[in-house]
């Protein structure tokens, strides 16, 4: 049991709890009930909810939404073409975003699958440096598709410090 201020008035049974709590003008809250004992608190229940939903609103503020966005292609798509919806996905890649590139074969265009999958191997050529695949280039239907997401920076310490010495040389 803990007290509106914060401090600890140790394990009591629950009529007790209630009556304290009654006495003060506040409520028992059970505030952990996985603990054993369970915790519970004297405090007022309305602020404790304000509070509550407070941090929940604090947290979505936070949180980042990843959309995934789309460029198609058709199997005799033209260089132009092809650069200038590359540099597309290069730029939503490097805003955080995902990006799936899809063909799109229409009729005889089926029998020539490995043109959409060169296409799809010189994008995922061009975007390795801002974007790593996903799902692995695969049919759906007259489709076929990839996605990349942006490439995620290692971050911890986990190699040498730039103003660290360079390691000896075993020979």
């Known amino acids: 049991m803990i007290g509106e201020e914060g401090e600890q008035l140790g394990v009591m049974d629950v009529r007790d709890a209630v009556r304290a709590a009654r006495e003060k003008g506040l409520d028992l809250?059970?505030?952990a009930p996985n603990a054993d004992p369970p915790v519970c608190r004297i405090i007022d229940f309305g602020?404790?909810?304000?509070?509550?939903?407070?941090?929940?609103?604090?947290?979505?503020k936070k949180q980042v939404t990843i959309t995934v966005k789309e460029v198609k292609f058709r199997p005799g798509t033209d260089d132009h073409d092809?650069?200038?919806?590359?540099?597309?996905?290069?730029?939503?890649l490097q805003d955080g975003d995902k990006v799936k590139a899809t063909i799109w074969f229409r009729g005889r265009?089926?029998?020539h699958r490995e043109l959409g999958a060169r296409?799809?191997?010189k994008l995922e050529q061009d975007l390795q440096d801002v974007g790593e695949v996903e799902a692995r280039p695969r049919m759906e239907g007259n489709q076929m598709f990839i996605i990349f997401g942006p490439k995620r920076h290692k971050s911890g310490g986990g190699g040498p410090r730039p103003d660290a010495?360079?390691?000896p040389v075993n020979q």
């Not at 602020?47 to 979505?60: D, I, L, R, S, V």
């Not at 092809?82 to 939503?92: L, Q």
């Open 47 to 60: 602020k404790f909810q304000y509070e509550a939903k407070k941090k929940a609103n604090e947290a979505k």
């Open 82 to 92: 092809y650069e200038y919806r590359m540099k597309h996905a290069r730029e939503w």
């Open 109 to 111: 265009e089926m029998t």
């Open 29 to 31: 809250v059970e505030v």
């Open 119 to 121: 296409i799809l191997e």
């Open 165 to 167: 010495p360079p390691p």
